[in-house]
């Protein structure tokens, strides 16, 4: 068979000639500098008809698999020992994973970005704790303020695969003329957006079966700063939503100016708008359907709500007290301690795709509201005056035991086949 090489044609050689040709120069070849292999290269190439990187392959392997002649000493690299390892040393050990996994697990299961932040803010508090003992030595401490946000991510890999679960869907948009006196709103202008604009949605306990009355939790998330507040509900009747928003107007540092939600009934209706506009709270809806509308309290649902309790079915009175126990704890911990990364902007690609951008470093809602013009001096004293009182590592041991609680509570009602007292469920007066 006739092969071409530049303008000269020439018969291609077969593979017992192309093997010989490759016994006669692997060696040369891999005992060559760069230089020489490129020399080697350059005359071997036109005589084999090799591809260029397929000739590099085959002389730098060649003779290396025990069943032809081997290198001389002299050429080889020396065997490793048994029982070492190649490659880079080990810098970060099991006792630094086991660490930084017990925190990891701990604190809301942040990725690498959000932990690395929080650990070095926390560290002082992890050290010098003694319930629990995270066992942090002075070498784990220095790794841990040294560990990036990727290396962070690569050694928690196989821990986050327990997380690929989803919950049942229950709102239902409701149909009625109330709706269209609530002025929709697809998007928060970043720009303009000021603090005390919350959005608000409900997370259903149902455990993925929506029939029978089951818990729900209210999820109120300042647009501005991230800022939370969880409240738990028996059911999802309006009167329950309503004095959930109340308590959290009432007990808020800094005041509420709008209140943004979906189109199901426990928000559309007429107690809540009277309550908003009689507090001059400006509220608005999002689009039937467009769950994007209101991402910001969509992704507190699984941040912070799903990744602490996860999708169990809750539906007595006595879970959804401890459910309320559960997020007495955990709002201030995720908003004095856990940063968070905040959009800045969106960027059309010549492409028509849009190119979100980020903060560059997260901060926590408490250092955002610090650093905000918009909130008073008043409202920044109070702000530092709970957050002197608070311990993470206390805070989160508190969580813990209320977490555990309240499955245990869980496990009992299973164990029981209790069902839900009837009339524990009746929905506050509006």
């Known amino acids: 068979m006739k092969w071409l090489h530049g303008d000269v044609e020439q018969m291609r050689l077969d593979m017992h000639s192309r093997q010989e040709i490759l016994k006669a120069n692997f060696k040369d070849y891999q005992k060559a500098s760069k230089k020489g292999r490129k020399e080697l290269l350059d005359r071997l190439v036109p005589v ?10 085959a002389l730098g392997n060649y003779g290396r698999k025990g069943d032809l002649e081997k290198l001389p000493a002299k050429g080889r690299r020396k065997p490793r020992p048994a029982g070492k390892r190649g490659g880079r040393p080990v810098k970060y050990g099991e006792d630094f994973v086991k660490v930084l996994s017990r925190i990891w697990d701990e604190y809301g299961k942040p990725c690498g970005k959000l932990l690395v ?13 003694k319930d629990p003992d995270y066992g942090i030595t002075l070498e784990i401490r220095k790794l841990l303020l040294e560990a990036s946000a990727a290396e962070a991510d690569i050694l928690l890999k196989l821990a986050r695969k327990a997380l690929e679960i989803k919950g049942a869907s229950t709102t239902r948009a409701v149909q009625t003329p109330l709706r269209s006196q609530i002025p929709a709103r697809t998007y928060f202008d970043r720009d303009s957006t000021k603090p005390g604009k919350f959005a608000f949605d409900t997370v259903a306990h149902c455990g993925g079966s929506s029939s029978g009355q089951f818990c729900n939790t209210l999820t109120g998330t300042d647009v501005f700063s991230g800022w939370i507040e969880e409240r738990s509900l028996l059911n999802a009747a309006n009167s329950w939503v ?3 928003i109340s308590d959290i107007d009432a007990n808020l540092p800094f005041p509420m100016t709008g209140a943004h939600y979906d189109n199901g009934m426990e928000f559309i209706n007429e107690p809540l708008l009277s309550w908003c506009i009689g507090r001059h709270i400006e509220a608005t809806r999002t689009r039937p359907y467009h769950k994007n509308d209101n991402c910001c309290a969509e992704q507190k649902n699984y941040d912070a709500v799903r990744k602490t309790i996860g999708y169990f079915r809750f539906d007595t009175a006595e879970e959804c007290a401890a459910l309320a126990e559960v997020y007495l704890w955990l709002c201030p911990l995720y908003n004095y301690w856990m940063p968070s990364f905040r959009l800045t902007a969106k960027e059309k690609q010549y492409d028509g795709h849009y190119k979100k951008v980020y903060e560059k470093q997260p901060r926590t809602p408490y250092e955002r509201l610090m650093e905000s013009p918009d909130v008073s001096a008043e409202c920044k004293a109070e702000l530092e005056r709970r957050r002197g009182g608070r311990n993470p590592v206390e805070l989160n041991r508190k969580l813990n035991e209320a977490v555990g609680l309240l499955l245990k509570i869980n496990r009992e009602k299973l164990c029981l086949g209790k069902t839900p007292c009837q009339g524990d469920g009746q929905a506050p007066a509006a």
């Open 117 to 129: 932040p929080m650990v070095c803010g926390m560290i002082d508090f992890l050290q010098g704790s």
């Open 242 to 244: 309503k004095a959930a």
């Open 48 to 57: 084999t008809g090799f591809n260029r990187s397929c000739l590099a392959t």
